[in-house]
């Protein structure tokens, strides 16, 4: 017989569990320049890819690259978004052995040593998610330092406040935010996909890990 309360939770954690999937199976992060003549420039950021679309006019052309292979300085902004990746499939782990155990409560008892066992990985996942969540939060710093390194090295080869100049937007100082120029140019940024499916992964889990703990999941 199927125990509806164990079965409400299985649910709950296979639903974060999508979410971490569609955390490491797409973008994080886009930056999205709109200039005055209607045409956009959106790009979107994962760990190992960086995705262009520009649209005018209704139409849209689509260009996938490797960091390697786009100008510019990624290296501080690809350890975070790789920690993030880190944690987000840390998490998929220990849902997947919550489902494995909440499976089995569903369908009959399980001991006390498996009902530990199951709340040390949901504990495990909600702890992963939280530092998946969080990391993404340095990307700004992550970029103002990239931008930097990129200003030296580089063709232009800035010093002082040309760096300053160069480095000084809010996009390098804030999360999400957006800035329009004189002409009526707009740059904007922040999240997109990914994170906002790690968020609600965390929402999910972290509800799961309460009615887990203060229902009678456990109970005949």
Same mark, same amino acid.
């Given at each position: ?46 760990? #190992?890819?960086? @995705?262009?679309?520009? *649209?005018? +006019? =209704? ?10 292979? $786009? ?42 040593? #498996?009902?530990? @066992?199951?709340?040390? *990985?949901? +504990? =495990? ?10 990391? $993404? ?52 940024? =922040? ?30």
């Amino acid at each position: 017989m199927v125990k509806i309360l164990p079965l409400v939770s299985l649910v709950l954690i296979v639903l974060s569990a999508v979410c971490t999937i569609i955390g490491f199976s797409t973008y994080w992060y886009q930056v999205k320049y709109e200039g005055v003549s209607g045409s956009t420039v959106t790009t979107y950021y994962k760990y #190992n890819k960086v @995705k262009s679309v520009l *649209s005018f +006019n =209704g139409d849209e052309e689509t260009d996938t690259s490797n960091y390697d292979d $786009v100008d510019g300085e990624f290296s501080a902004q690809l350890k975070f978004y790789k920690a993030a990746l880190s944690m987000d499939i840390l998490a998929f782990v220990n849902l997947f052995f919550s489902a494995c155990y909440m499976g089995m409560a569903a369908f009959k008892e399980i001991s006390p040593a #498996n009902q530990t @066992k199951l709340k040390n *990985s949901l +504990n =495990g996942a909600t702890v992963f998610l939280i530092i998946a969540t969080f990391v $993404v939060l340095g990307l700004p710093k992550a970029s103002r330092e990239d931008c930097e390194d990129y200003a030296k090295d580089s063709s232009l080869n800035y010093t002082g406040s040309q760096v300053d100049e160069m480095c000084g937007g809010d996009i390098y100082k804030k999360f999400i935010g957006s800035h329009t120029d004189e002409d009526g140019s707009k740059l904007s940024w =922040g999240p997109t996909t990914a994170w906002i499916a790690i968020v609600v992964g965390l929402g999910i889990a972290f509800f799961n890990n309460i009615f887990v703990y203060c229902g009678p999941v456990f109970r005949s």
